[in-house]
């Protein structure tokens, strides 16, 4: 199959510039929704997914579309992930929150699976233009101001530095565990930040405590056509779009994912 890379990159890029940043910071009352408690919608949300799921249909005849907006609607959706059918899998604004509060750590995600397995995904920070992608088997892309490149050698003895979203698998606090261990980083507003800051040698590694296929498949792709590892906390099994809300642990480099797990792991 061809991965329409090119076509993907421009959607992206038209949604972002026509339907969500016309919107960041100039929010009004009726333009936020919340779907259930302290889960919030936006109008660029709602938007930005319908402009996005038909066309990414259109660039693969038979392929379907997965969004968190229609997912909330009709959760029966999921069941599409069951189908070997090609898959396009969209988060329209991750990090809604910081988007509302007129923050920049918000992204698109877009990714394409089939199956088990996810075939390529795409990241974009639109208010600082970083992106990320990856073609299953073919590598990392990464393109925006190389400013946040973080890939400069450190010191040997420099803790690691860690993105925790959530409580760690035994309940425990990051912060609680993170002396000595590993660099706490700031929580970003969402997994697309943390994802890129992946991606761009920013972090080490990540640790989500649960997240849905929008969230993750994209980035956990992009992570492991970089070297790196996504795997689940519990049974230290590859990432795939099948499984959610499960503790998954994404580490830039492979070799150091077992020890970034111990870490987290051990009280």
Sequence with gaps: MRIPHDDVVALMDEASERLVMPRFGALQAGDIDEKRANDFVTIADREAERFLAPRLEGLLPGSLALGEEAAAVDPALLGRLDSDTPLWIIDPVDGTRSFIDGKPDFGL?????????????????????????????????????????????????????????????????????????????????????????????????????????????????????????ARFMADQRDYTPRRWNEPLLVARDAADWPAARATLTDP
């Design 109 to 229: 995600i877009v990714a394409l699976s089939r199956g088990d397995e996810v075939l390529a995904g795409w990241i974009l920070q639109p208010t600082l233009g970083r992106r990320a992608a990856a073609e299953h088997g073919a590598g990392l892309m990464r393109g925006g101001p190389s400013l946040t490149d973080g890939s400069a050698p450190r010191p040997a003895d420099a803790l690691p530095r860690a993105i925790v979203l959530g409580r760690l698998p035994d309940g425990g606090r990051a912060r609680d565990r993170a002396p000595g261990r590993f660099d706490l980083r700031p929580r970003p507003g969402g997994g697309a930040i943390a994802f890129l800051d992946i991606a761009w040698a920013a972090a080490d590694f990540a640790y989500f405590a649960r997240g849905w296929p929008w969230d993750h498949a994209a980035g956990a792709l992009i992570a492991r056509e970089g070297g790196g590892a």
